[in-house]
């Protein structure tokens, strides 16, 4: 009988943990669910949006700018020595534009996201919570979803494609000036060849991925947030930091695969 | 026989392991103040949380106006809540907002009052609680009683049929205390409303309550007037006021 037990022991701590990752799947879902369900219901939060717009996009303008402008130098600069060594650097136009606007745009302007106003908010609802903020709310019969997270989805469903595009914009001109003003590409070529290669498929696919890394941004960081008082063990603002730190590291991670995946469907 | 606005059945909570409420038995009347009191840490608060659904009890129910709140329609339960307000102990002022958006959001979010409507009720609020002029302050910037006066106003500015006070007075000078204590009393006889406070001010709180339950280890050991609570020869209950008379 004890050997049994010793044997499923570790089996049933493996579907303990699988259902545990399950519900928590499952309670994300019905979270992000119940704040798109709000994004639609009046009166409409149009200073509530203006504001998170202002947070999540505009305040992020200078980060995305000059993380755009380093990555597409470079990307200039490692592109021109690669393609040098084939005799096909006038390919560097195409090179920096497809890398940046299929893959690194999105997924770098997601994580400079997760970074600056992600973990923002993560900490400001978990100081609500803690603090008794979203009780307060509850008992005015405001729906804290409503208030507190779907305005951020609405925000950030416009922020991330049009700071996706300025990441973009501002890479191809670091390729640019690395290129063509540092290493002596013609320009005139330089940007052919980035009219040339980039198709609008090529545009909208950086698109869809930023808006799937926008919707898993927001739910991860305002989920860990608003639940930061079931953490065991960690209360308070101590379990605000490491709230703070799950919803960084999970939605990194998570914008990473979800990328693998959609590049997957989407090539 | 007159039927209980808030009534708990056999209401039981524990966290962790550890029994707070132990088959509750309480009625809480339409327009009266019914105050509770006990010892720190015996549940007085999570007795509160349970009236307004931030708290669910383990076993037992409670009822309004003789129905469970899941018998109501979904309407009726929303309307219901609408009628509460809760002041909270640590007054749950929302820190990234001024003092007057703070007591304006319950009726910009929850009323059709238009702008002119929403100011005019917070600064008659601010006047009767002596708060006019920190509008634009945050909670941050005002002292523990300010911030607790500014709970009160918004617990006030929508004018609910029932409002849960948790501890309104505690951090406030005596001056104000008395003051608050006061407005309390000339609202409930004005407006009408159903006041249920959790307190410590003993015996200064009974001026102002019809009712009193005491709460002790888990179990509403009295229920009464205030009078009858100073007749009650019981020695849990005649060393609880009077140990508190005397301190």
């Not at chain 1, 470079?74 to 592109?79: A, H, K, S």
């Not at chain 1, 979803?145 to 925000?155: C, D, E, K, N, T």
């Not at chain 2, 888990?218 to 007749?231: K, M, R, V």
């Given at each position: 009988?004890s050997?049994?037990?010793?044997?499923?022991?570790p089996?049933a701590?493996l579907?303990?943990?699988?259902?545990?990752?399950l519900?928590?799947f499952?309670?994300?879902?019905l979270?992000?669910?119940?704040?798109?369900?709000h994004?639609?219901s009046?009166?409409?939060?149009w200073?509530?949006?203006?504001?998170?717009l202002y947070?999540?996009?505009?305040?992020?303008i200078v980060v995305?700018c000059?993380t755009?402008?380093?990555?597409?130098m470079?990307?200039?600069?490692?592109?021109y020595?690669t393609?040098s060594?084939f005799?096909s650097?006038?390919?560097?136009?195409?090179?920096v534009?497809?890398?940046?606007?299929?893959?690194?745009?999105p997924?770098?302007?997601?994580?400079?996201?997760i970074?600056r106003?992600?973990?923002?908010m993560t900490?400001?609802?978990?100081i609500?919570r803690?603090?008794e903020?979203i009780?307060?709310?509850?008992?005015?019969?405001?729906d804290?979803?409503?208030?507190?997270?779907?305005?951020?989805?609405?925000?950030a469903?416009?922020?991330?494609?049009?700071?996706?595009?300025?990441?973009d914009?501002?890479?191809?001109?670091?390729?640019?000036?690395?290129?063509?003003?540092?290493?002596?590409?013609?320009?005139?070529?330089?940007?052919?060849?980035v009219e040339?290669?980039?198709?609008?498929?090529?545009?909208?696919?950086?698109?869809?991925?930023?808006?799937?890394?926008?919707?898993t941004?927001?739910?991860?960081?305002?989920?860990h947030?608003?639940?930061?008082?079931?953490?065991?063990?960690?209360?308070?603002?101590k379990?605000?930091?490491?709230?703070?730190?799950?919803a960084v590291?999970?939605?990194s991670?998570?914008?990473?695969?979800?990328?693998?995946?959609?590049?997957?469907?989407?090539? | 026989?007159?039927i209980?606005?808030?009534?708990?059945c056999?209401?039981?909570?524990?966290f962790?392991g550890t029994q707070v409420?132990n088959?509750?038995n309480l009625?809480v009347?339409k327009g009266?103040?019914?105050?509770?009191?006990?010892?720190?840490?015996?549940?007085k608060s999570?007795?509160l949380?349970?009236?307004?659904?931030?708290?669910?009890?383990?076993?037992?129910?409670?009822l309004f106006?003789?129905k469970?709140?899941s018998?109501?329609?979904k309407?009726?339960?929303?309307?219901?809540k609408?009628k509460?307000s809760?002041?909270?102990?640590?007054?749950a002022l929302?820190d990234?907002?001024?003092?007057y958006?703070?007591?304006a959001?319950?009726?910009?979010?929850a009323?059709?009052l238009?702008?002119i409507?929403?100011?005019?009720?917070?600064?008659?609020?601010m006047?009767?609680?002596d708060?006019?002029?920190?509008?634009?302050?945050y909670?941050?910037?005002l002292?523990?009683?300010?911030r607790?006066?500014?709970?009160l106003?918004?617990?006030?500015v929508t004018?609910p049929?029932?409002i849960?006070?948790?501890?309104?007075t505690?951090?406030?000078d005596p001056?104000r205390?008395?003051?608050v204590?006061k407005?309390?009393?000339?609202?409930?006889?004005?407006?009408?409303f159903?006041?249920i406070?959790?307190s410590h001010?003993?015996?200064e709180?009974?001026?102002?309550s019809?009712?009193i339950?005491v709460?002790?280890e888990?179990?509403?050991?009295?229920?009464?007037?205030?009078?009858?609570?100073?007749?009650d020869?019981?020695?849990v209950?005649?060393?609880?006021?009077?140990?508190?008379?005397s301190s």
């Open positions: 009988m050997r049994a037990i010793f044997l499923t022991s089996l701590q579907g303990r943990a699988v259902m545990t990752l519900q928590r499952g309670k994300a879902a979270f992000l669910l119940h704040g798109i369900t994004m639609f009046r009166p409409w939060q200073r509530r949006v203006l504001e998170q947070f999540i996009g505009a305040k992020s995305i000059v755009g402008l380093f990555t597409g470079v990307l200039g600069l490692q592109g020595y393609l060594q005799g650097t006038g390919l560097l136009g195409s090179a534009a497809l890398t940046l606007i299929r893959e690194l745009g997924v770098l302007t997601a994580i400079m996201i970074g106003a992600g973990s923002a900490a400001e609802i978990g609500m803690i603090s903020q009780d307060a709310l509850k008992t005015m019969t405001i804290p979803i409503r208030f507190l997270v779907s305005p951020r989805i609405i925000a469903l416009i922020s991330f494609p049009l700071l996706t595009a300025i990441f914009t501002v890479g191809i001109f670091g390729g640019y000036l690395t290129g063509s003003q540092l290493l002596g590409i013609n320009p005139a070529i330089y940007f052919y060849r040339n290669s980039v198709l609008m498929a090529d545009v909208i696919e950086g698109f869809i991925k930023s808006l799937f890394f926008s919707i941004v927001i739910t991860v960081c305002c989920y947030g608003y639940y930061t008082h079931t953490r065991r063990n960690n209360f308070g603002a379990g605000v930091g490491f709230s703070t730190t799950t590291v999970q939605a991670i998570l914008v990473l695969v979800i990328d693998y995946i959609l590049t997957s469907v989407l090539l | 026989m007159n209980p606005l808030i009534q708990f056999n209401v039981s909570k524990a962790d409420l088959n509750i009625s009347f009266e103040i019914t105050t509770i009191i006990g010892k720190s840490g015996e549940g999570v007795l949380k349970h009236i307004i659904g931030l708290l669910t009890p383990d076993s037992g129910s409670i106006n003789g469970s709140l018998e109501h329609a309407t009726e339960q929303h309307n219901l609408k509460f809760y002041m909270f102990q640590d007054s929302f990234s907002m001024t003092v958006d703070n007591i959001l319950p009726l910009r979010e009323s059709k238009n702008k409507e929403i100011q005019q009720r917070v600064e008659k609020r006047t009767q609680l708060i006019l002029g920190t509008e634009q302050q909670p941050g910037q002292s523990g009683g300010m607790k006066r500014v709970a106003a918004r617990a006030l004018e049929e029932i849960l006070f948790d501890e309104p505690t951090g406030l001056i205390k008395k003051a204590h407005m309390i009393a000339d609202y409930q006889r004005k407006l009408g159903t006041g406070i959790v001010e003993i015996p709180i009974f001026t102002i019809q009712r339950a709460l002790n888990g179990d509403i050991i009295f229920q009464g007037t205030p009078e009858q609570l100073n007749n020869e019981s020695p209950i005649s060393e609880f006021v009077h140990g508190h008379e």
